[in-house]
Structure formats: C-alpha cells, structure tokens
C-alpha cells in the first residue's frame, strides 16, 4: 500500500541527502540540547509532484488499515426510517416476525410476535383498567371485545399497533437514544471541533469498518453503552451480517501531490527530521471535477440484505401501570412515562398515544330489543369515560386509551407465567431487504469521502509515509505560482495530524505544546505566527522567514528554543542556529 515508497525515499535521498559543496555534513548528534546551548541544521526543500497518480485499495488493503482509520471514514446513514424515499427496514423487519410460525420462534420472539398480533379479540382485560367490563358484560349482554374496538375505533380482528407506529417509536426511543447512532465522524471545522456530527433519528451511522466486516461490527457499536455517565442497554444483539463489499471490492484513489517528505527540526536534539507532506496537501490532493477521483467496484450487485439481524428491547422489572389522570394533558400519569426511553412499558405506552391521541367518540350500547343505553363509552382525544345506567354495577375507571393497551399488552406479555422482568422482545430475521441498491451506495459514499476529504487523510499518509523523527517545525517554500506576498520561505509548526504513528495508527506522543507557533518573545506572548491559507494549508500555525529573522518556538516538554534563520543554501535550502534558552 505505499504510494511509491521506496522510489520516493530513493529519489528524496538522492537529492536531499548529498553534500552541500562536496563536504560531508558533521555526524548528527542525539544527546538532549542544555539550556544555552547552540547547534546548527541546514533543511532542504524539494518538490516531486506527482499528477493523477492511481492508488488502489482491495478488501485485503482495507482490512489491514488500522481500526481507527477504518472507523474515521464515514461512508453512509443507513435509513431505517419511514420516509417516501426511505426502505422502511424496521417495518419490513416487523411485518416479517408478525407473519413467521411461532413454533420456530425463541420464548422472546414471540413476545414480540403477539404484541403485533394483538387485537381487541384477543386482548385478555383481566388485571387490567378494564376489567370491571368482563364481570358487566353477562349482566348487560355486551361483549367487553367490542367496546374496546369501538372506543379504539378498528374492527375486533384489527391490531392495536401497526408496524408503522411500533417502528416510529422504535426508531425514536431506542435507537435514536443510543449515543453511536447520534453522532458520526466529520471534518474538524470551527463549529465541529470535535470532528462529530449528528445523525438525524431514524439513521445509523455506516463507516468502512461496518463494510468491510459484512456490518458485523453492529451488534457491538449499537450494543450496551456505558460511558460518560450515559448508560443504554442496546438493540442490537448477537451475530449482523449484511454483504456489501465483495471479495473482489477496488476503491481507486486518484491524487495529485509534492510526494517527498519536508524537512524538519526535532528541537530536543536539534536533528532533522522527516515529515510527511500529505496532511498540509489535503484540500488539494484530490481534484474532484476529475469523474475519476474515486472510482468504487466490487459492490454487491443489486440491493443489499441483512442477511441476519437481531433486535432486542429490555423490559422493566416492574409491572407499570396506566394512569388515571387525564394530566399532563394528553399524556396522563403513568409510571411508564418516567421509564427510560429504550424500555418496552415506555415504547409501548408512546405507541399507543401516537396512534390514538385524536380518537374522539361517543358510543352507546344497549340489549338486545331496547334502545334505551346501559352503557356509553365516550372518548375525547384519548382520554375514555364508561358509564353504566340504572347503577348495575361499577364502571371501568377513566383512563387514556394507551393506558388500557398498556396494561393489556403487559399482561398478554407474560401469559404462561413469565417473571416480571423477562418479558423483553428479541427477535433475529434473515434476509431482510436493506432498501437501498448499489448505485445508491456508491453515490452517496461518493459524496460524503468528497465533503470531507480529510477522512482520507489517513489512509493517504499511509500510502504515502514518508515520516521518520520526531519534527516540531519544518520548512517549506512556497511553488513559484503563489502570489508575490506568499512567495519564499516558511517556516510550518506541526500539527497533531504530523504527528508519528505506531503500526496500529495510533500516535507515538500526545500533542501536548502549550504555545504551538513561532513567536517574537521568549515568554511566547507575542505570536508571530497565524494560520493563514497557504497552497490550500489551513491547519498549521506558520511564518514567512527571511535571513536575519529571530523567532521563539516550544518544543517538547515545554523546552523553548530561539530560531536563528540563517542564509539560504543553493535555491532549495536554509541554514538555522538553534538555541535552548529556558
């Protein structure tokens, strides 16, 4: 995966590494400068731009990035959503448990199963708010069924919920809550420091690492969550695969760069170093009006599937009961409302209140030959009131009609004498349509690696590592095309993206300068340094030199040195004293 390597280092070394004049430059040494020491370097800046240079990367390649670039690179928003251009996986996935033979189904699926199978036919009022209809019902010739499906207004064979509510909810409660679906990785911009972004509800966040693991990775980035105080059980469980690269997947890069490494200063032992020229050419390397800049092959044809998926959600310990009070207004007081978003009594409740929050209706039900009511049943936004005439007996009290579905589906959920607590829904599908086609994956992996280029950062510096040392600063001058004010020399104070690397891709050192630039004053309270745009740099702090010019600088462990900018060296080079002076 090196971008030319080995022919770039020769080429580096065999005109920036030879003898100035015909004399052989002093032996570097490697002992730590002491406080009033002087020593003198001499750094040279060549250039070797390399045009539409291709690099390719197989699945093999991208395996062997380091884990950390694997995630850094944002490829897509999977859409669970229901929107008009959206798949609607999650109510695929639920129409598709609604219709599968119990028998074959784990004691957790088919929780879930007859939830969505629920009907006013088969709801069992017993223990709930409405109970007190069972015991009226021999006494005034009504059937309980049909009072709660015309209060719900649906048939006695109809469902409650339908996947469409019960996957809004879902979506909004348990996976938008979860912080991996909240936030993916982005540019570091001035309002983005930290390189995150959000995701809108209703989206996961797909980096290569997911792709290039058949989306293995979902069931750990989207399982149990605990940090920074934020807890979440998850909703993802067990084994996810989806194939979307296949065995012979090519991501081709075209890229224009100065492909030899700057030189450098390692202030601690005044020695030169090597930095790698990629991280300042970013904005530049790829020339996007170019079709070819990207080019992406090996994609799963047609539209991809998960191929195996299991979802779960946690149940509260504890039996919640609906509430009684029509306030809050249009929510009511049931327990459930202060369970945590991701448990199923609060996905339930919320279901309920989304589908039946505008129900309003007056019924009236009378025995057989009469016309006089017994029994009204009124209903006004949700909240129900059931009277019973001629005091036969005591009504149901007044309650929300998701409270009443509420307590039916708790009670339906642990039919056969399940403990409280481990009624929860699991269920794990196959071959579910992810919703989306290859062509549609392409473009939009296109147009994100195009918004933010930098996420390629890393996997250019890798293809291209020319590093080697530790740098503080390096110089640079600027290509004879940049304007009359830019021309010359600079002098570049790395960034944490200059920074060494281990294999893993992790740094060698924190970025850990107090006072990153160069500056007029010992103290460093003077900067002169800014991080104007130079050739598409925007990210180091950096100052235009000439001979004579005296600059303060930080190096490690907060040692400051004064850079004395000597004479240039030939039309490609400049010598600098390096004094330690605290």
């Not at 784990?106 to 709930?128: V, Y």
């Not at 195996?308 to 249009?330: N, W």
């Not at 009443?404 to 009624?423: C, F, M, N, T």
């Not at 992810?434 to 890798?462: E, F, H, Y």
Request: net charge negative; glycine share 8%.
């Amino acid at each position: 995966m090196r971008w030319a390597r080995a022919a770039v280092l020769a080429l580096g070394c065999a005109l920036g590494c030879g003898s100035i004049g015909g004399e052989l430059p002093p032996l570097p040494t490697t002992e730590p400068m002491a406080v009033g020491e002087r020593r003198e370097v001499e750094l040279r800046f060549l250039r070797f731009d390399v045009t539409n240079f291709e690099q390719t990367l197989t699945r093999e390649d991208v395996l062997a990035l380091p884990r950390r670039v694997q995630e850094r690179l944002w490829l897509l928003d999977l859409d669970l959503s229901n929107g008009p251009s959206a798949p609607r996986l999650l109510d695929n996935a639920l129409t598709a448990i609604k219709n599968l033979d119990p028998a074959t189904l784990s004691p957790a699926s088919r929780n879930l199963q007859r939830l969505l199978k629920m009907t006013p036919d088969t709801a069992d009022l017993q223990g709930t708010s409405l109970e007190q209809l069972i015991e009226l019902a021999p006494l005034l010739g009504i059937s309980p069924r049909e009072v709660l499906a015309g209060m719900l207004g649906v048939n006695v064979e109809d469902t409650f919920l339908s996947p469409q509510v019960i996957s809004e909810t879902i979506l909004q409660l348990v996976i938008a809550t979860h912080p991996a679906a909240q936030k993916r990785p982005g540019p570091v911009t001035a309002e983005h420091p930290d390189g995150l972004y959000p995701v809108a509800p209703g989206f996961l966040p797909v980096t290569l690492a997911d792709a290039v693991s058949d989306f293995s990775t979902l069931s750990t980035k989207f399982g149990p969550y605990n940090a920074g105080g934020v807890k979440h059980p998850g909703f993802i469980a067990g084994e996810t695969r989806a194939r979307v690269l296949g065995d012979d997947f090519r991501m081709t890069v075209r890229a224009n760069a100065n492909a030899l490494p700057y030189k450098g200063v390692d202030l601690t032992t005044a020695s030169v170093a090597s930095v790698n020229p990629v991280p300042s050419q970013i904005r530049g390397l790829f020339d996007f009006d170019d079709p070819n800049w990207l080019r992406i092959e090996g994609l799963t044809p047609g539209s991809p599937v998960l191929e195996s998926l299991t979802f779960r959600i946690a149940e509260s310990p504890q039996f919640l009961p609906g509430g009684q009070s029509p306030l809050p207004s249009q929510v009511g007081n049931s327990p459930a409302w202060q369970a945590p978003p991701w448990q199923l009594e609060r996905v339930l409740i919320e279901g309920g209140r989304r589908a039946f929050q505008d129900r309003s209706t007056l019924l009236s039900f009378s025995q057989p030959g009469k016309t006089e009511p017994l029994v009204t049943a009124q209903v006004d936004k949700g909240w129900q009131q059931i009277a019973v005439l001629a005091n036969i007996g005591s009504p149901p009290s007044p309650s929300y009609l998701w409270d009443i579905l509420l307590e039916v589906a708790q009670v339906r959920l642990h039919d056969g004498g399940i403990p409280e607590g481990e009624a929860g829904v699991e269920f794990t599908l196959t071959n579910v349509p992810v919703g989306t086609d290859t062509d549609a994956i392409t473009q939009a992996i296109r147009s994100n690696l195009q918004a933010d280029p930098a996420s390629l950062l890393d996997v250019a510096t890798r293809i291209l590592d020319s590093s080697s040392g530790d740098a503080d600063f390096y110089y640079y001058r600027a290509s004879p095309g940049a304007s009359p004010s830019q021309q010359g020399d600079w002098l570049f104070f790395v960034a944490e993206s200059d920074l060494p690397r281990d294999e893993d891709g992790s740094l060698m050192r924190g970025y850990d300068y107090k006072s990153p630039g160069f500056f007029a004053d010992e103290a460093l309270s003077e900067k002169r340094s800014s991080k104007v745009e130079l050739e598409g740099d925007t990210e180091h702090e950096k100052v235009r030199v000439r001979e004579g010019d005296r600059l303060f600088v930080e190096g490690k462990r907060g040692a400051v040195f004064r850079v004395e900018v000597g004479p240039a060296s030939g039309i490609n080079g400049r010598r600098f004293s390096l004094v330690r002076v605290r």
